[in-house]
């Protein structure tokens, strides 16, 4: 069985000696490598493109996956504007529809809420809305009349088993319910108006920001 090696170059100040260093090493029979987040890093996608083809070897495959939420004009400019990227990628990106099809919708919507349920009971069982199981259910998002990916059905579902109303969009309530966390694990009272438990909440949600998007960077990398 071939040893799946996995390594995160995109935190490294140095990306295109990092991806020259890893085409080199011939220890492996070829490389896989995944960018995702590609709509808003054309540079990088640019500088692997130019890093690869020049140095292709038909004895050693790269093969390389651009993750991104949809394409578009994003991607038009760069076949244009990057000949390597011409070259290496297909012109076509592959895509799928983020809708999810009607007739799986409500049985994965249920199975979801249960399986929070679940996991809320374990972690402090107040979170659970004690009459969620027979509330009715987001009609709307369960119907054609309303989008519906499995992370927008994934939140509707939480939001039902807290018994969380929507006083706006599934997206604005989900900020909110994570504003309603930071408030319960630093025990700050939820119907008070405090500018410091304000400040409290905002420097929190920062600093996870941050080591959220720290992750995978070298210790150069963070200091600079």
């Given at each position: 069985?071939?040893?799946?090696?996995?390594?995160?170059?995109?935190?490294?100040?140095?990306?295109?000696?990092?991806?020259?260093?890893?085409?080199?090493?011939?220890?492996?029979?070829?490389?896989?490598?995944?960018?995702?987040?590609?709509?808003?890093?054309?540079?990088?996608?640019?500088?692997?493109?130019?890093?690869?083809?020049?140095?292709?070897?038909?004895?050693f495959p790269v093969r390389i996956l651009l993750l991104a939420r949809k394409a578009g004009q994003w991607w038009d400019e760069l076949l244009t504007e990057s000949r390597s990227v011409k070259l290496l990628f297909d012109s076509v990106p592959m895509t799928h529809e983020n809708d999810f099809?009607?007739?799986?919708?409500?049985?994965?919507?249920?199975k979801t809420a249960e399986a929070f349920a679940s996991k809320l009971k374990l972690a402090n069982k107040e979170l659970i809305s004690p009459t969620w199981s027979a509330q009715p259910m987001p009609s709307e998002r369960l119907s054609k009349l309303m989008d519906a990916s499995p992370l927008l059905l994934s939140f509707e579902a939480y939001l039902y088993v807290r018994g969380v109303a929507e006083d706006e969009s599934v997206m604005v309530e989900m900020k909110r319910e994570e504003r309603r966390h930071w408030m319960r694990s630093l025990k700050v009272d939820m119907l008070g108006e405090n500018k410091t438990h304000d400040y409290m909440i905002e420097a929190m949600q920062f600093c996870t920001s941050l080591i959220t998007l720290l992750q995978g960077t070298t210790l150069q990398a963070y200091d600079e």
């Open positions: 069985m071939r040893r799946l090696i996995k390594k995160n170059i995109t935190g490294e100040v140095d990306f295109e000696n990092r991806v020259k260093r890893l085409l080199k090493d011939r220890t492996r029979k070829g490389i896989f490598l995944v960018l995702d987040y590609a709509e808003v890093r054309q540079t990088d996608v640019k500088r692997l493109a130019n890093v690869v083809t020049q140095m292709s070897n038909d004895d099809p009607v007739e799986y919708r409500e049985k994965f919507f249920m």
